[in-house]
């Protein structure tokens, strides 16, 4: 069993930026795809930006052109470099990768954008 942890979560201003890291309990190699996921209380979660194995990314129509998802290394599997940010990306940010056999979650970071 993998355990993630998110990173990089905090509070900014309207127009500010953020790098969301995601930390793996253990080495994951056969990875299929990893993403990022964001929450607000009451509604479901959503899928903000997500990476393959063969590096062929995907992005919520609000994030184009604002955020860049990433690969890192066996320990560290992706990050999420977050621009120009706006309130309306308030929420709590979770990674999530796939290996072929589980599917892991972390517990979530805060991202807070003040006006």
């Known amino acids: 069993q993998v355990q993630l942890v998110e990173s990089g979560g905090g509070l900014v201003q309207a127009g500010g930026s953020l790098r969301l890291s995601c930390a793996a309990s253990r080495s994951i190699f056969s990875i299929n795809i990893m993403g990022w996921y964001r929450q607000n209380p009451g509604k479901q979660r959503e899928l903000v930006a997500a990476i393959t194995r063969g590096g062929i990314t995907n992005y919520a129509d609000s994030v184009k052109g604002r955020f860049t998802i990433s690969r890192g290394n066996a320990k560290n599997p992706v990050y999420l470099q977050m621009n120009s940010l706006k309130p309306e990306d308030t929420a709590v940010y979770y990674c999530?990768?796939?290996?072929?056999?589980?599917?892991?979650w972390g517990q979530g970071t805060q991202v807070t954008i003040s006006s």
């Open positions: 999530n990768v796939d290996d072929y056999r589980d599917n892991y």
